[in-house]
């Protein structure tokens, strides 16, 4: 075939070819940079985002391409074999091919990355896990569709190729079933948005902030420092409660006077518990009742939500809450039980009998 290229053409011929095709990778690559740098000025003056994306799509360019059409423009000036004409022309457009297959990886990303720009900053965390999860799934699929174009120009029978994938792909889905699976969870968690990057989430006696979404496992930077790596699979099997997503948080608690006091002062504890919550900010009543007769309390219980959901706030009213009742409890003469013991002695012929009992009085 080379034979028959260097007996049909003279020196003369080669070296025309050869200025045409560096002439031609010259015009395209000045052709393409000013274009460039046309839309690049027009992008910087305009709000759309149409002009944006041809900038970058352009951007794309590979050096491939502009060496490929000028030896492919500079062999037009050549006489060249059947064969040798013919696995130029499937060259050139293997290079065309791949060289659409940038441009529309660029493109996808671009359009991703402007999509998932828009929104709330605290869903940051959510726009980059499911920004990097679709972008890997669709450049894949991508690649591969411009792989079996490539294959299908060079002559190679794809249908059959295809085929015996699929044969061999259900073998190796079975095999890597439990990585495949890990791999649908990854793309369940980038979708459904369960969880993203910054949550506090619990799993069972797990609880820590997700750091990394990755294509198999997910990463928990527990309270003690630690990391905790859970796969996909079996973190979208478990129950999760996720911490980060309240809007506000409910508080309970109890507090027990003694059995001595007096009825009026029972009737005041209600309204003294209401007064301390209510004078908290950012906090919205739900109860306060006497609630039972304790073993040696009579206990009230109280409920009430904090509008914020940060554990630390919560922690900071109820601190208030507790400061202002034992103020006003010592103000009122009422106090707070505590577990005691009360000796009854019953006096009586021969030895004394003796009863040990809890009470609520000291």
């Known amino acids: 075939m080379f034979r028959a290229l260097i007996a049909s053409n003279t020196i003369q011929d080669a070296t025309y070819a050869m200025l045409a095709a560096i002439a031609f990778m010259l015009v395209l690559h000045v052709s393409l940079k000013l274009s460039l740098r046309h839309l690049g000025r027009i992008a910087r003056t305009t709000d759309t985002v149409i002009d944006d994306f041809f900038v970058d799509i352009l951007s794309a360019r590979r050096t491939l391409l502009l060496v490929g059409t000028g030896l492919y423009l500079g062999t037009h ?195 003294l518990i209401r007064e301390a919550i209510e004078a908290q900010a950012d906090v919205r009543l739900d109860r306060v009742h006497f609630k039972s007769f304790g073993a040696f309390s009579l206990d009230f219980e109280a409920a009430y939500y904090v509008l914020k959901p940060d554990y630390s706030f919560l922690m900071d009213v109820q601190q208030a809450i507790n400061l202002q009742l034992v103020r006003d409890f010592a103000r009122h003469g009422i106090e707070f039980a505590f577990p005691t013991q009360t000796l009854h002695i019953n006096p009586g012929a ?12 000291a």
């Open 77 to 271: 000036s050549l006489t060249l074999p059947a064969n040798l004409e013919r696995f130029v022309e499937r060259a050139f457009v293997a290079i065309i091919i791949l060289q659409i297959g940038f441009w529309i990886s660029r493109g996808l990303i671009f359009w991703l990355r402007h999509h998932f720009s828009q929104g709330e900053k605290e869903d940051e965390g959510a726009r980059a896990m499911t920004l990097s999860l679709l972008s890997f799934v669709g450049r894949l699929v991508l690649w591969a569709l411009i792989l079996l174009l490539m294959l299908d120009n060079m002559g190679i029978n794809v249908t059959a190729l295809v085929t015996s994938l699929g044969i061999g792909g259900i073998a190796v889905a079975l095999a890597m079933q439990n990585i495949l699976g890990d791999l649908f969870a990854a793309l369940s968690i980038g979708i459904d948005k369960p969880f993203v990057i910054g949550d506090f989430i619990v799993l069972d006696e797990v609880m820590g902030s997700v750091e990394h979404v990755g294509l198999k496992t997910t990463r928990i930077r527990s309270l003690g420092g630690e990391q905790i790596i859970f796969s996909n699979t079996d973190l979208l099997k478990s129950r999760i409660r996720n911490y980060k997503r309240m809007q506000e948080r409910r508080a309970l608690f109890t507090i027990g006077v003694t059995y001595d006091t007096v009825v009026e002062k029972l009737e005041q504890i209600g309204s």
């Open 350 to 361: 021969g030895d004394a009998s003796v009863t040990l009992a809890q009470t609520g009085s």
